[in-house]
């Protein structure tokens, strides 16, 4: 797993290991979309938490925990892995 986490790198590696009947096809269903939806969720750097708890679901793994070990890796110097530019205002 890399650092900082590309959560729809991490979704694809899941995938992968799951059984054969678990298909993009299968997914799309689940997800009510269409394939090409599915791969852009593979080539995401961030996804909508609704969507990640959807697919944790689906997959019986929990993506929030992988992120959470990732948070944790951040930097301790204070300096954040977002550029200036995407940060949120309150």
């Not at 269903?29 to 697919?55: G, P, Q, S, T």
Request: charged share 35%; glycine share 4%.
């Amino acid at each position: 797993m890399e650092f900082p986490m590309a959560i729809g790198e991490r979704i694809r590696e899941i995938f992968d290991q799951m059984p054969k009947e678990c298909t993009i096809d299968w997914l799309a269903r689940k997800l009510h979309c269409d394939r090409r939806n599915v791969y852009r969720i593979f080539r995401k750097e961030n996804i909508d938490i609704l969507m990640l708890a959807r697919i944790s679901r689906l997959f019986g793994h929990n993506f929030f925990q992988d992120l959470s070990i990732d948070f944790e890796k951040t930097p301790a110097d204070g300096q954040s892995l977002l550029p200036p530019d995407e940060f949120i205002d309150d």
